[in-house]
Every structure is written in structure tokens, then in C-alpha cells.
């Protein structure tokens, strides 16, 4: 199943325990006529980490930690070392990840198929951009080391590319130092849309900035909401922090409030689970965002990046239909129209969306890549039987509007793009490209995904519809 419960698949499941078992599976696979997926903490929103009625490889197991250079925040993981093995493992040696997402259970190896962002990445980029180098088994049985000054085709290639040329068997990457494992917290209250984007442009000094929208008003407060920014202490010899064998100062706390166990949460959210009670959430949480405008409060990391973690199990709100996220990445000049339009689409279809998040980014150099010079806008949409075609149809009209304004689409969240959109916002050059990598390193088409094979089926070798 997919991590947002709206999409499911039938899987032959193995289990590498090294690099020889998955050379096997490849061989079987290539004998039987199979193809070969992979997934490794399964926390993409979509389809991503499903091979339908076809093989798929975890790669959860492969979580050690390699080698740790705690002087230089250097450090060497296999693939399947999540987020939250990796910053518990250097926070208390004074390091930080350069880039995480907003939950601390995805892979390594996951986050670098779909090269992710964090709420930084107008200032450090992506995490590809953080990688020294991989070393990867490609479906051909080669065995190749890359980094920007060795095999860098493929460097720029398999960063970002959602597992279609090869299998990361250990990344190296170039960590964050920081004085403390806290940030400044700051609040600022966004009256309507254009306010919120300047704010957010506006604050691109900070090292992190975020913002919160409510999805659920129209008319001149269209795209009000609560911008979060967070500035990390400046480093000095003495205040560097020095190894500390306990994390629980960085954790996330058991409780909401210091008192309702947030194990529980879900269960009273559930109970909020439609229109009246998204408008509730998102009115209370802007009007307490108002009381703390301006207000500077401290925060661990932890608990500022990984919001998503905050209520355990929260996505079990969305029993049984479950939740996709729609995410579109917009030019600066065109941000402010197509997100009200996107966000007044959305009142008119009558399916708004329960959360809303804005981010600041920039362009890279990776050849799959959502990022450009402007902003994401990330929509959060309940799945009920009742409203899927509606869904669909309204998901598919965004598309137009997106493309139409030069915007692009995040692959990790993704669950509805369909073939054409996607060649439309990646362009023939750069399919091409990645048409002719496929060729190098998986002849035979061995690896797909459900995602792969409904987002480029040309990627395969299928027949593509015009």
C-alpha cells in the first residue's frame, strides 16, 4: 500500500541482505521476464514504491551506518538508514542534515531517488546537492561509484530519477555543523495570498521558512495564513556541542500541550474529517497564529522539520479512502495567479483541500527535477469513495493550469500526473536523455514502478498515446 492509503498493489516482496542476494534477484527477475521495483521506508504519498503483480525489493534492511567522520560531517549509510537514524546518530556531535523532508522516516536511498527539498531549499538546494557520492548496482551487474567529478552522467542522472537506473548501495554525504540542536522560532500572521508569498521572499535570509495555508477562505483573505521561520545559532569554538550519548532534548514530545498523549490525537481529528471540519482546524489555527504574530519561541530541530511526526499514526484520519497530496512548483512572477486560481478551483469543486504549505525554491542541475525559481504549493485532499472521480477531474483541470504557467510537478508526492503532463513540464530533450541512461544501465527495462510506468510508460519501451 502507499504511504497515503489511496493507492495499493500486489507485490512479490524480497529481502537483500547484501549486494550479491540483489544481483540474484535481477537475474530471476530477468529470466522470469519480471520487473524489478524498490522501496525502502514506503513513505512516498503516491505510487512510487509499487510494482504491481511484479517484484519489489525492501531495501529497510540495509540500515547501517558505514563510516562517521565526526570532525568533518562526513558521513557514509547504506541506502536504507532513514532520516531519523541519521540525525540522532550526528546531532549530538554538533551536525545536522542539510536537507530533510518534513518527516523523519524516509530512507536515505528514498530521499535520493527523489532528490527532496526541505524547507531550505531556496538557500542549500536539494539533497542531491549534499551527496559527495554514491555507489550503485545497475541492472546490467555493474557496480559504479559516482560524484560530480566521476561518472557524472550518472550522478546528475540517478539523483532524482525514482529508482529507474540503478540501486544506491551506500551515499556519502556532506553534512550541516550547528551550534545548538534548537532554532529561533519566529511566527508571522500573512492577511491574504500576496501577503503571505512576500513574506515568505521577503525572509529568505533565514535559514528555514515555511508557510501555512488555509485553503478554506475565498474572496480578498484568499491564501491567509501562518509563515514559520527558524534561525539557527551562530558557531563558535565554544559553543559547538560536543558529544552527548542522549537525544531526548532533541525529541519530539509525547504529549500535545504537555498533556493529551499525542498517540491519541488521530482518533479526536478523525471525528473532523470533512469541509465543517477542516474550516474549523484551519480557522482555529489561524487565529492562534494571530495571538503569537511577531513572537520569536525556541524549538528543536526535530521538532521544527518534522511536523509530520507530530501525531502518530495521523494519517489513519483518512481510514479508508485515505489522502494524496497535489504539489506544483510555480515561476516567481506567476505564483501569486496560479495559486489563487488553484485555491478558488478548489472552493468551486467544492473539495477543498485540509492542509496547504508554501515553500521558497530554486533551481538545480539534476536532470529529473521539479525545482525552479519560484514557489510549491502543497495541497493535502481527503479520498472518499465519493469524491474520487470528482477528485480526479479536479486534479486534471490543475494540471492545465500549472503547465500553462510554466510550472512543474514533484514525482515523491505525486498520484494522479498522467504521461502527457509529465513529457509536457520535462521536455523531449531531457526524456531523451533519460530514455538513453535507461538504455545504459537497464537494457533489458527491468526496473519499473507503478509511478514509472503511469508517469513515462515511453520510459519502458510501451506504446505512447499522442
Known sequence: MAWGMASEACCYVYYPKDKNELMDIFELAKSSGMTVGFRGAGQSYGDASLNGEQILVDLSGWNSILDWDSENGIITVQSGVTIAQLWRRVVSSGWWPPVV???????????ASMNIHGKNHWQVGSFGEHVIEFEALLPNGQTVRCSRSQSQDLYFGMLGSFGMLGCFLSITLKLKQIASGAVQVTALSAANLDDLLHIIDSHKAEDYV???????????????GIVHTARHKELSNKNVLTDDISNNKHELPSAIFGILPAKYLWLF????????????????RYYSGLLRNGHGFVQSLAQFNFLLDYIPNWKQVFWPGGLIQYQCFIPFRNAHTVFSKILQCCTDSKLQPYLGVVKRHRKDDFLISCNLDGFSLAMDFSVKDRNRARLSSLLAKLDEI?????????????????PE????????KTISRLVELKVMCDPNKMLQSNLSRRILPELHGCQVDK
Do not use: E, Q
Not at 523523519?104 to 528514498?110: A, E, F, I, S
Not at 469541509?275 to 482555529?284: A, C, D, E, F
Open 269 to 284: 481529528l478523525r471525528m473532523l474529517n470533512h469541509r465543517m471540519g477542516y474550516k474549523i482546524i484551519n480557522t482555529v
Open 421 to 428: 503532463a509529465t513529457r509536457s513540464f520535462l521536455g523531449p
Open 402 to 418: 500549472v503547465l500553462d504557467a510554466g510550472g512543474r510537478f514533484y514525482f515523491a508526492k505525486d498520484s494522479t500526473l498522467k
Open 101 to 111: 523532508p518534513g518527516t523523519m522516516n524516509p530512507t536515505v536511498g528514498g530521499c
Open 210 to 224: 515555511v508557510g501555512w495555508v488555509d485553503c478554506t477562505v475565498v474572496g480578498s483573505s484568499i491564501g491567509r
